[in-house]
């Protein structure tokens, strides 16, 4: 498969009063063409820095991208100036952010809002970028387009400035989306229309996407890889059914016991303990040790390498080590495991929310 | 990922042993708690331009209660035949660049030429009174009267305020109706009128500058408490089974006199510009009183040839237009970080 | 949006004859009488003059009289120079303080925009500090004290522009920086303040998303935002620049209608004094009137909220 996308030891820091808070020390990764790749974790994981340093959005100062490439094409989006950047941005690669009701400026009509990046990256006329406005706002499912262009973001309720937010990142065909928890501030019964809409337009426009999220639940409905980010790294990697079915790290074993599911009532969730660490001063060894119930000598001392499981699935725990004890994930978590699979929606559903 | 997999072998079998970790050690929240005071002043000392202006202040206000004690001379004493000399001091007198040495600016030392051996430190004005003892004898009536309108204010204003959102309902609609019209009417008007009618003098200034003064302080404290009465923080604490007293003396008091306490800082230098501005318009202090205001305005009638009249009543004001206005801004950031206004 | 401005005016209208109402009376109760050189007059010719001038007329009366002669502009005569019309003294006196006042509102305005915009793009910078010092002095600094500095070293000492009187632009000079000084800071703070706050909102994300450079998102995003709420002041800052202009125009003997103002107070010609404060008074409300409006209209958000009433 051909890789559009390859995030390679990429540490971002931002420098605080309090000192150097390391975001993001040593992520990699690989978005394939056509392909949705969902990075997981809990806030403060350093996924949504992960993004913004691809969109090349890290506020400087006081962040900055301390090492890595990030390979797009032939180009390393880490160390272009902000002017090759600028003619990126919008027209190959764009974004979608989390709150669609602070995302929008409110004194500009959304037509003009959507306009902006037609002109700027294709060239096109007013009345040309008109027209290929109303054409997006169609596309992402908006009645009376025509109309409707001429208004302000405040004429719309969430779910449909959501859908303005995805036109203005789709208008010039990006080759790469990054979502970044756009379903987040979402009612549910939105939720699964947003998603189902990014699902239909990625097979529409064979758009790869990088979709940011801590809700697993979403996961399940939208990706194909799926990468859990913790403290700042990525713990494991793996195909939606690898990392559903036979997850390896236990932080991976903690996110999915803490998820809430439809099907089985008298289960329990199981809540991870503890908070994340202080990335200011991030612990020796393995950063989910602290919290980790399976947690080794060698934890504490040494960072587990990425382990591989199969070609396409990693994790970075010791347990993968072979003097390790042999651990099951805990039954609870098994059992549940066993009800989930993406062909199972939780919330709307890959095909299931077509009829909602 | 074939990467330092020997090395990975030669791991020896006890670091694979299960760790201790304590689990709830990572729940404990770092730092002690701070109390509101202790917080916002633990804010202000961090902030030079508030600190600066709290010293200029606290040394204004020193020498407004020694500054015309400090010589022989009183504020009204006059005697022509030393009339309108320029700034003599001692010491400072033979540094020439800061024209301290009683010479006036066409290059005549006054002082030889009219006789005089003693020493004015800020000079003379038009009646040969002593410059020094008049600036600080105005500052002490400027800053009386920008206190005492200040004081007034913050009665009524609290009062109304408060009564107004307290009650709601009729009461908050009937009393907000009047500030409506109260504050369609310019209050630099209000206020000449008023003085109008009043004979000038330091009492009825005072009152002039109240009857307007007081509106922005009752707006303040009205929407603090109908914004607290409403905050889910509020609803919270009572949810959990706080008294009224301990909302009131918790939550109310440190957010309203917080609130308080800024807008009375800005009060302030606004009572003194609008003090020396009546002065300028011939409604201000009489003579033989003076305010910083009636003093420059004085001064001006000579500027040109004698600018030292001007020129020390202008620095004090100005000094404590901007002292308080540093003072001002600090204690609005210190008492709310996210008010920035 | 039609409704409301109608709304506002019928309001506007009722403050008005309060204020007018309320001068009236406050006249009435002020001591010492309207007439020049009292002691010059005989007995007799105080009666006349109070006949003439309709002041021995019962206060109702008066009141209406007064009241009536608003309605279709006169605001009577001055008692102190032969009769001559209030309104007329008013039209010749508002040329000097308009220019004055235009002239001091567009340059401060201007300026202080300028610095706030550059203050907060620059933030935590030299440009920054540098700005807020100029701030807190325009704002903290009196314009009399800006004004004496000027005319003792600009003019007398280094006599580089004329010390005072109204003759031509380089006479503006001096009296326009005394009055522009608050206009500039005050607008500089408002304005910096604003410019972080939408600096740091999620819409600039999303323009810089876009890929717009960096020139495009801050005049089409963060300006004309930041700019908006810019209008809310310009209420207040007219009545600091009548302030200025009472006292700036006495200062320099600028022939305005401040100084007019001022020099009936201190001769007690009422009508010109209550002409006056009426004109000020219509001055201020009809701006802040406007303010209100042109906020409706310029924002969006609070355009569509009026429309749907």
């Known amino acids: 498969m051909e890789k559009i996308l390859e995030v390679n030891d990429l540490h971002v820091s931002f420098d605080t009063f309090a000192g150097e808070v390391k975001a993001v020390r040593g992520v990699n990764f690989h978005l394939n063409k056509g392909e949705t790749l969902a990075i997981v974790g809990e806030s403060g994981s350093g996924k949504s820095v992960t993004s913004k340093a691809v969109m090349g959005l890290i506020p400087n100062p006081p962040?900055?991208?301390?090492?890595?490439?990030?390979?797009?094409?032939?180009?390393?989006?880490?160390?272009?100036?902000?002017?090759?950047?600028?003619?990126?941005?919008?027209?190959?690669?764009?974004?979608?952010?989390?709150?669609?009701?602070?995302?929008?400026?409110?004194?500009?009509?959304?037509g003009k809002q959507i306009m902006e990046g037609l002109i700027k990256h294709q060239n096109m006329s007013n009345s040309e970028a008109k027209e290929r406005a109303i054409e997006l706002l169609k596309l992402v499912g908006i009645p009376n387009a025509e109309g409707r262009v001429t208004e302000y973001p405040h004429q719309f309720s969430g779910g449909m400035r959501q859908r303005v937010v995805i036109a203005i990142a789709l208008a010039c065909n990006p080759r790469v989306l990054i979502a970044d928890e756009p379903t987040t501030a979402l009612d549910v019964t939105i939720q699964a229309q947003i998603l189902e809409l990014l699902n239909d337009l990625q097979e529409k426009m064979g758009t790869s996407i990088i979709f940011i999220t801590h809700d697993l639940g979403v996961v399940a409905n939208i990706a194909d890889r799926v990468a859990v980010m913790y403290a700042g790294k990525i713990v494991e990697t793996g195909t939606v059914d690898e990392i559903f079915y036979n997850p390896q790290h236990p932080y991976t074993w903690g996110l999915l016991g803490s998820m809430p599911s439809l099907d089985s009532t008298d289960e329990e969730l199981i809540a991870i303990p503890g908070s994340p660490p202080?990335?200011?001063?991030?612990?020796?060894?393995?950063?989910?040790?602290?919290?980790?119930?399976?947690?080794?000598?060698?934890?504490?001392?040494?960072?587990?390498?990425?382990?591989?499981?199969?070609d396409t699935h990693y994790a970075a725990t010791w347990l993968l080590h072979e003097k390790a004890p042999k651990v099951e994930p805990p039954a609870a978590i098994k059992k549940r495991m066993q009800g989930m699979a993406p062909d199972e929606p939780i919330i709307g559903a890959k095909d299931g929310g077509k009829h909602v | 990922m074939s990467m330092k997999q020997e090395k990975l072998d030669e791991l020896s079998d006890h670091m694979f042993q299960p760790a201790n970790t304590d689990v709830l050690e990572n729940e404990q929240i770092a730092g002690e708690s701070t109390g509101f005071w202790k917080d916002a002043w633990r804010r202000l000392k961090k902030n030079p331009g508030a600190i600066t202006g709290l010293i200029i202040i606290l040394i204004i206000i020193l020498m407004s209660i020694i500054g015309p004690g400090m010589n022989e001379y009183s504020y009204?004493?006059?005697d022509l035949s030393r009339a309108k000399l320029p700034a003599k001091v001692?010491?400072?007198?033979?540094?020439?660049?800061?024209?301290?040495?009683?010479?006036?600016?066409?290059?005549?030392?006054?002082?030889?030429?009219?006789?005089?051996?003693?020493?004015?430190?800020?000079?003379?004005?038009?009646?040969?009174?002593?410059?020094?003892?008049?600036?600080?004898?105005?500052?002490?009536?400027?800053?009386?009267?920008?206190?005492?309108?200040?004081?007034?204010?913050f009665v009524i204003g609290v009062a109304y305020g408060g009564i107004s959102a307290y009650y709601g309902g009729r009461v908050d609609n009937i009393l907000q109706r009047i500030i409506e019209v109260l504050v369609g009417i310019p209050n630099l008007i209000l206020i000449i009128l008023f003085i109008l009618i009043f004979e000038p003098g330091i009492f009825s200034i005072i009152l002039a500058l109240s009857v307007t003064g007081?509106?922005?302080?009752?707006?303040?404290?009205?929407?603090?408490?109908?914004?607290?009465?409403?905050?889910?923080?509020?609803?919270?604490?009572?949810?959990?089974?706080?008294?009224?007293?301990?909302?009131?003396?918790?939550?109310?008091?440190?957010?309203?006199?917080?609130?308080?306490?800024?807008?009375?800082?800005?009060?302030?230098?606004?009572?003194?510009?609008?003090?020396?501005?009546?002065?300028?318009?011939?409604?201000?202090?009489?003579?033989?009183?003076?305010?910083l205001g009636s003093i420059i305005n004085d001064g001006f009638k000579s500027l040109q040839i004698y600018p030292h009249l001007v020129l020390w009543p202008s620095i004090i004001i100005s000094l404590i237009m901007i002292a308080f206005n540093l003072l001002g801004d600090g204690l609005r950031d210190a008492f709310d970080p996210k008010l920035r206004k | 949006m039609g409704r409301y401005i109608g709304g506002r005016v019928v309001s506007m209208i009722i403050t008005f004859l309060i204020i007018a109402s309320l001068t009236f009376f406050l006249m009435k109760l002020l001591p010492g009488t309207p007439f020049n050189n009292q002691e010059k007059l005989t007995d007799t010719q105080i009666v006349q003059l109070n006949e003439k001038y309709g002041l021995n007329d019962p206060v109702a009366v008066q009141y209406f009289n007064y009241m009536k002669n608003l309605f279709v502009g006169d605001l009577g005569v001055s008692f102190q120079q032969d009769g001559r019309e209030v309104s007329t003294i008013i039209g010749e006196r508002i040329g000097a303080s308009a220019y004055l006042g235009f002239q001091s509102i567009v340059l401060g305005t201007i300026i202080g925009l300028f610095l706030g915009i550059i203050a907060a793009l620059r933030h935590n910078s030299f440009l920054d500090y540098g700005t807020m010092v100029?701030?807190?002095?325009?704002?903290?600094?009196?314009?009399?004290?800006?004004?004496?500095?000027?005319?003792?070293?600009?003019?007398?000492?280094?006599?580089?522009?004329?010390?005072?009187?109204?003759?031509?632009?380089?006479?503006?000079?001096?009296?326009?920086?005394?009055?522009?000084?608050?206009?500039?800071?005050?607008?500089?703070?408002?304005?910096?303040?604003?410019?972080?706050?939408?600096?740091?909102?999620?819409?600039?994300?999303?323009?810089?998303?876009?890929?717009?450079?960096?020139?495009?998102?801050?005049?089409?995003?963060?300006?004309?935002?930041?700019?908006?709420?810019?209008?809310?002041?310009?209420?207040?800052?007219?009545?600091?620049?009548?302030?200025?202009?009472?006292?700036?125009?006495?200062?320099?003997?600028?022939?305005?209608l401040g100084e007019k103002f001022v020099n009936s107070i201190m001769t007690n010609d009422f009508p010109i004094i209550m002409g006056t404060t009426l004109f000020y008074s219509l001055l201020f409300i009809v701006v802040i009137l406007l303010v209100d409006v042109m906020y409706g209209i310029i924002d969006p958000r609070i355009r569509l909220a009026g429309g749907k009433d």
């Open chain 1, 63 to 110: 962040g900055r991208i301390k090492q890595g490439e990030i390979k797009f094409g032939d180009r390393d989006l880490a160390q272009l100036p902000e002017k090759e950047m600028q003619k990126i941005r919008g027209s190959e690669i764009s974004m979608i952010f989390q709150d669609p009701m602070t995302s929008l400026n409110p004194t500009m009509t959304i």
């Open chain 1, 278 to 310: 202080d990335l200011l001063d991030p612990p020796k060894g393995d950063a989910f040790a602290p919290r980790n119930p399976y947690a080794m000598q060698i934890d504490t001392e040494m960072e587990p390498p990425l382990f591989k499981v199969s």
């Open chain 2, 76 to 78: 009204s004493q006059q």
């Open chain 2, 90 to 153: 001692p010491v400072l007198e033979n540094i020439e660049f800061l024209g301290l040495n009683g010479v006036d600016i066409r290059g005549t030392d006054q002082y030889e030429a009219k006789g005089v051996d003693e020493y004015f430190w800020f000079g003379t004005d038009g009646f040969g009174r002593d410059q020094w003892t008049r600036v600080w004898q105005g500052t002490r009536i400027s800053l009386f009267i920008a206190a005492a309108a200040a004081f007034i204010d």
């Open chain 2, 214 to 291: 007081w509106v922005g302080m009752s707006r303040i404290v009205r929407g603090q408490v109908l914004k607290l009465k409403t905050q889910e923080f509020v609803l919270a604490s009572r949810t959990l089974g706080a008294t009224s007293g301990r909302v009131i003396g918790k939550h109310l008091i440190p957010n309203v006199l917080g609130q308080i306490i800024i807008t009375t800082m800005f009060t302030i230098p606004s009572a003194i510009f609008f003090e020396a501005f009546l002065s300028f318009i011939g409604l201000g202090i009489r003579p033989p009183e003076a305010s």
């Open chain 3, 134 to 256: 100029i701030a807190v002095l325009g704002i903290s600094i009196p314009n009399f004290v800006i004004a004496g500095l000027m005319q003792y070293w600009l003019g007398v000492k280094w006599g580089l522009l004329p010390v005072a009187y109204w003759d031509g632009f380089a006479y503006t000079i001096m009296p326009t920086i005394a009055i522009a000084s608050i206009v500039v800071a005050t607008i500089a703070r408002f304005m910096r303040t604003e410019m972080l706050e939408v600096l740091g909102q999620d819409y600039i994300t999303t323009a810089k998303a876009k890929g717009l450079s960096s020139t495009a998102v801050v005049i089409r995003h963060t300006i004309r935002n930041a700019s908006i709420p810019i209008i809310t002041i310009m209420g207040p800052l007219v009545v600091a620049l009548m302030t200025g202009t009472l006292v700036i125009e006495q200062i320099f003997v600028i022939p305005g």
